[in-house]
């Protein structure tokens, strides 16, 4: 009796854990419908604060998944409906060391080829994107900080919206943005539940 005791505790304390392990959690509400990422704060703390700031101020909301490349990534984040690119805070330390792999529906930074350039662009791999995973064959990668838990079926259906190349301001042209916008219409945190 004894022992059965103890084995329930010790698997009870494992679901504890489990739960106090989970990361902060963002649902995103688009015109294709919605879903959530659950982020990794512990291997990914500084890229985490950094998302979690930009949700928290309202930065996503009104901007647009502007780059979908199916069978590879959905990025968003960082334009306007009209393709006009928001100021950013300044960038974050790539964290792409971190052991998370680019597999498919985890959400990783966006950046320039520079290490270090990370700022609000975020992308979803629909994919798993081996060659992004550090080191990749440049000896860097892109940061992963967590993953979509629910509403993969949305992530699915905005992979699938058919692209063109469109006039950006002071870009000339963007390829590979949708022909229908799809808009981040809210970015939230949502609450832990205890």
Known sequence: MCKIFASLV??????ASQAALAGPKVEFKTTMGNFVVELDDVKAPKTTANFLNYVKSGFYNGTIFHRVIDGFMIQGGGFTADLVQKPTNPPVVSEAQ?????NRYT???ARTSDLD??????FINVNHNTALDFPNSMGNGYTVFGKVISGSQTIDAIRK??????????MG???????????IEAASILKQKN
């Open 117 to 122: 350039s990370a700022t609000s662009q975020f």
């Open 173 to 183: 042209s963007m390829a590979d943005v949708p022909s229908t916008a799809v808009t």
């Open 107 to 109: 959400i990783a930074m």
């Open 98 to 102: 971190n052991g998370l792999k680019n």
């Open 10 to 15: 010790l698997i009870i304390s494992c679901f």
């Open 161 to 170: 919206v058919p692209t063109m190349v469109a006039p950006a301001p002071r």
